[in-house]
T-cell receptor
């Protein structure tokens, strides 16, 4: 089955700096890669996703890149703000298997004002 | 407001007792899911349901049971057979579940179960 590794497990940055979170996956058939943000006491929320037919996707301060050859994908947050502080999860799935996501272990991002 | 409601938010249980966690959605979604969250392990799938009266085991179904008698409801029972039940449990839904479809999961706010 699929295995998703996520690094780092914790990340502390100064407000205004950039943050990068990296994930690797094992199943070359995976073709859908979402990122979820979990604020304290809340359930995770989808913030951005990418499919294997594109290499990069941006949404304001957030971007995701995908390298299918190396089987890794990354989340980039620019101009970080205190409200970006949360736990971030990457995930991967093969659409042929339906909506069956395998999640990474999570990254706790702390943005210091 | 449409969404997923989980209850209770916090639950304490003695060893040997079964407990049931409630999950209700008013999004009119066909598919529902239960995940378990442990520190550093991400989210692991316990059970999922594609449609009413149907459900399938996920990666860690042992010691858990579910039912799906109504589209809006997908309760999870943590039985005494679950060896390490203390965890944060998340319920989610998606529009559908079918081969070829991948899309957003909508999560509830979770239930934290502690076994004393």
């Amino acid at each position: 089955g699929e295995n998703v590794e996520q690094h780092p497990s914790t990340l502390s940055v100064q407000e205004g700096d950039s943050a990068v979170i990296k994930c690797t996956y094992s199943d070359s058939a995976s073709n859908y890669f979402p990122w979820y943000k979990q604020e304290l006491g809340k359930g995770p929320q989808l913030i951005i996703d990418i499919r294997s037919n594109v290499g990069e996707k941006k949404d304001q301060r957030i971007a995701v890149t995908l390298n299918k050859t190396a089987k890794h994908f990354s989340l980039h947050i620019t101009e970080t703000q205190p409200e970006d502080s949360a736990v971030y999860f990457c995930a991967a799935s093969n659409s042929n298997a339906g909506n069956m996501l395998t999640f990474g272990g999570g990254t706790r991002l702390m943005v210091k004002p | 407001d449409g969404g997923i409601t989980q209850s209770p938010k916090y639950l304490f249980r003695k060893e040997g007792q079964n407990v049931t966690l409630s999950c209700e959605q008013n999004l009119n979604h066909d598919a529902m899911y239960w995940y378990r969250q442990d520190p550093g392990q991400g989210l692991r799938l316990i059970y999922y349901s594609q449609i009413v009266n149907d459900f399938q085991k996920g990666d860690i179904a042992e010691g858990y049971s579910v039912s799906r008698e109504k589209k809006e409801s997908f309760p999870l029972t943590v039985t005494s057979a679950q060896k390490n039940p203390t965890a944060f449990y998340l319920c989610a839904s998606s529009i559908v579940w079918s081969p070829g479809y991948t899309g957003e999961l909508f999560f509830g706010e979770g239930s934290r179960l502690t076994v004393l």
